[in-house]
């Protein structure tokens, strides 16, 4: 099992950036792909980004493709999420997850373990 804690999150105007933090601890030996998802009210948690823990590919969706970079620091066990030019959009709460085998990067259903969720707040 591998525990997730995200932050970093916070209430901004549209145009700023955040980055968020996540913090990876105990079997992360086990992980094979990283992913920040995050869920708006009433909606569907939707997939935002992912990083292969051993190389250097990443996946983002087209809603924040060119706006927000996901990056990994195996050393210190942790994944970011830098978030550039920010929509009122972008607006939810943002959870990490840590995928142990195989399936879709970009389906919730395949990760294992999720952390608690950061708030994300875009104002116009």
């Known amino acids: 099992q591998v525990h997730l804690v995200e932050s970093g999150g916070g209430s901004v105007q549209a145009g700023d950036s955040l980055r968020l933090s996540c913090a990876a601890s105990g079997r992360t030996f086990s992980t094979s792909i990283m992913g920040w998802f995050r869920q708006a009210p009433g909606k569907a948690r939707e997939f935002v980004a992912a990083?292969?823990?051993?190389?250097?590919?990443?996946y983002y969706s087209d809603s924040v493709k060119g706006r927000f970079t996901i990056s990994r620091d195996n050393a210190k066990n942790r994944v970011y999420l830098q978030m550039n030019n920010l929509k009122p959009e972008d607006t939810a709460v943002y959870y990490c997850a840590a995928r142990y085998g195989s399936g879709r990067y970009f389906q919730a259903l395949s990760y294992d373990s999720w952390g608690q969720g950061t708030q994300v707040t875009v104002s116009s």
């Open positions: 990083i292969n823990w051993n190389d250097d590919n990443t």
